[in-house]
């Protein structure tokens, strides 16, 4: 566990410009505080310790703002950027050297049983605010862009965006038509509120100029 504690720590160095020193990060880090208070209620869990490492689960809780279920499944070089608002299920799994930025979930999707959390692979890179929902597997290498919502699968080596989350880009090839700007990620609701607004439009168009009779 100590081992795996040092890599987490590293791992701060390696994706944070802003980390300066060990004593820094571990004194003001929430990000790497969950994942250590994680870290030791996975091994009492583990242990089958009863209670204590869902009451631990929940201190680091109040005390972050990041909730990690005790069971979860997380490799090594686990960083959390910031981290308000992350939460990760009970039936999650996450490969080695992952990142989560600020406000991402890793839930399900209903009262399920058995795998319900997702799983993600190596190296997978999950922007601000998105959701990843239900036991679906998400790939090595994967990027997946802020505020996207994610229920199907996604493949190895890919980047997606959106609500709900598509592949724009995948083994290092662009989808065609596929853009990743964050600052315009597709909003299929209000797409269809402007397409409601035309149609009304028109309408209006047709009472105001009714065809001359015949």
């Known amino acids: 566990m100590f081992k795996t504690i040092r890599q987490d720590l590293q791992a701060v160095f390696d994706r944070d410009p802003a980390a300066t020193s060990t004593l820094e990060v571990v004194l003001t880090y929430a990000g790497f505080h969950a994942v250590l208070a994680y870290r030791f209620a996975h091994w009492l869990h583990g242990k089958g310790v009863p209670f204590v490492p869902r009451a631990i689960s929940q201190f680091a809780r109040w005390l972050t703002g990041i909730e990690i279920h005790p069971a979860a499944k997380i ?3 686990f960083f959390i950027d910031h981290g308000m608002g992350v939460v990760i299920g009970e039936t999650a799994e996450i490969g080695d050297y992952v990142t989560l930025f ?24 999950v922007g601000a605010g998105a959701k990843i929902l239900g036991g679906i597997k998400i790939g090595d290498n994967v ?34 038509d596929a853009t990743m700007d964050h600052t315009n990620i597709p909003d299929p609701i209000a797409d269809r509120f402007a397409a409601l607004e035309q149609e009304l439009i028109e309408l209006r168009k047709k009472l105001e100029n009714p065809p001359s009779p015949s």
Not at 159 to 168: D, F, L
């Open 143 to 176: 990027k997946i862009g802020a505020n996207s919502v994610v229920l199907k699968s996604v493949p190895p080596n890919s980047t997606v965006i959106g609500v709900p989350a598509r592949i724009i880009k995948t083994e290092g090839e662009r989808v065609p």
């Open 75 to 77: 490799g090594t070089g």
């Open 102 to 125: 600020q406000g991402v979930t890793l839930g399900g999707t209903g009262k399920e049983r058995g795998k319900r959390h997702p799983t993600l692979g190596n190296h997978v890179v």
